[in-house]
């Protein structure tokens, strides 16, 4: 990090004042749920992890997808009293998370690997109808920023077909931030227009991938968001790799602004806490579950 990115200020018509930004006598601690990301290898024992946490929301990220899983995940969200907030669903192939091979290997933009990723994506709609999970969730991929980009062309019909498959279905598609400007995926999501395309709008990728600051994508995609991860971080200093992930609220996202805005939009989602710099452990996510609970009932 920089002293000069440290030092970047808002512009004035977006200094939201987190105290003026909270609705007077506002429930949104009943609705907004604060989870955690789960596998999906062993349903039982994950979900069950969920609840022993104390969490009432979860992620479930999958890969391969092994016969029954679907009514075993169903049977143990119900017994556990756990709220599936998406499927997240990647592959095959490799993705590397740089700015040097993420747009080649990264989503549904590369042609490489799209039919396989379409499919896959299709079994994961299939498994979210029959498991009671509303939505499925991935990163798509460094959505190109002109429209008339060949494979931004490509990339919105592919969607169009996606997204209506997954509408058929009763099925929500969620795309997460970071790869694109908050603009572009906003494009993106209208161009495709199938109805059924939201946001799950991480917090910290905006600055990782440097693209925006997270406040400001809000105006931009504020509407359009259902599910929150969250996570902290800073802005690259080598521009071949994304910026460093760090513990919340250390980085550079400004939660209590962030929190305050999305209360003003009547937010009902969920606020996921990822944790990409080592395995979850407990002790950090009731930590950061009760810093959250703090900015929603504040």
Request: glycine share 10%; charged share 25%; net charge negative.
């Amino acid at each position: 990090m920089t002293t000069g990115m440290a030092a970047m200020a808002l512009p004035s018509f977006i200094n939201i004042n987190a105290t003026a930004m909270t609705t007077p006598g506002s429930k949104m601690k009943d609705n907004m749920k604060i989870g955690i990301i789960t596998g999906l290898d062993n349903p039982q024992e994950s979900i069950r992890r969920v609840r022993d946490f104390e969490f009432d929301a979860c992620q479930v990220s999958a890969g391969e997808f092994t016969p029954g899983i679907a009514g075993k995940l169903k049977a143990a969200l119900k017994e556990n009293d756990v709220f599936p907030v998406s499927l997240i669903c990647h592959g095959p192939g490799p993705y590397v998370w740089d700015f040097k091979r993420g747009p080649v290997t990264i989503g549904l933009v590369p042609r490489e690997y799209r039919a396989r990723r379409v499919e896959r994506l299709k079994q994961g709609v299939d498994i979210c109808a029959e498991a009671g999970v509303p939505a499925i969730h991935a990163h798509f991929g460094f959505i190109p920023e002109f429209p008339g980009d060949e494979l931004y062309i490509e990339f919105v019909e592919v969607m169009k077909d996606l997204g209506s498959y997954a509408k058929k279905a009763g099925i929500d598609i969620y795309f997460e931030t970071g790869q694109e400007t908050p603009v572009t995926l906003f494009r993106a999501i209208q161009d495709i227009g199938t109805g059924n395309l939201f946001v799950n709008y991480d917090t910290a990728n905006l600055i990782l991938y440097g693209k925006a600051n997270p406040l400001d994508g809000l105006i931009i995609l504020g509407d359009l968001i259902k599910s929150f991860h969250i996570k902290d971080g800073f802005y690259p200093t080598d521009p071949y790799l994304l910026g460093k992930e760090a513990p919340i609220p250390e980085g550079l996202v400004d939660f209590p602004k962030i929190i305050a805005y999305m209360k003003n939009l009547n937010f009902k989602g969920s606020l996921v806490i990822e944790n990409e710099m080592s395995s979850n452990t407990r002790d950090y996510l009731i930590k950061t579950k009760k810093y959250l609970e703090g900015l929603i009932g504040g």
